[in-house]
């Protein structure tokens, strides 16, 4: 089982003990450690900034588009790991950059509302054990 940690950049102590990989549109600048690469496939990306756009008008809608969309992109990133895996004879943990302990960064902290859940639901769909913190 390969397990990874979904946290904060901004809350070290709730990282795993491998490498620091962002997945939000942006990362933090001045971090107090390197972080490794950013995987953009798990990254809301310009739905992020729509929105922030659109939720100044009705949060409600703006945030049911949001989640919709995202978990689209997520569906789609899931459907083709699992074809490559299947196409490669691998599995699935195989097709993707991940080892043991990575921790999978965005900008909320813990305990408030963060677009980490529902990549947490697609890699836990994909074979890893996930720990959201």
Do not use: Q
Not at 14 to 28: E, L, M, Y
Not at 38 to 47: A, C, I, R
Not at 60 to 71: D, S, T, Y
């Amino acid at each position: 089982i390969m397990k990874l940690i979904l946290a904060s950049y901004f809350e070290e102590d709730n990282h795993g003990n491998g490498r620091k990989i962002g997945v939000a549109p942006s990362k933090p600048k001045d971090l107090p450690y390197d972080c490794d690469f950013v995987f953009s496939h798990l990254s809301p990306e310009d739905l992020y900034w729509e929105y922030h756009k659109n939720k100044k008008n009705d949060p409600e809608l703006a945030g049911k588009i949001f989640v919709e969309n995202f978990e689209a992109k997520l569906k789609d990133f899931s459907n083709a790991v699992v074809k490559e895996a299947e196409e490669k004879g691998i599995s699935n943990l195989e097709v993707l950059p991940f080892k043991d302990g990575d921790t999978l960064l965005s900008w909320e902290k813990g305990g408030h509302t963060s677009f980490r859940t529902h990549i947490a639901a697609c890699l836990r769909e994909l074979g890893y054990e996930v720990e959201e913190r």
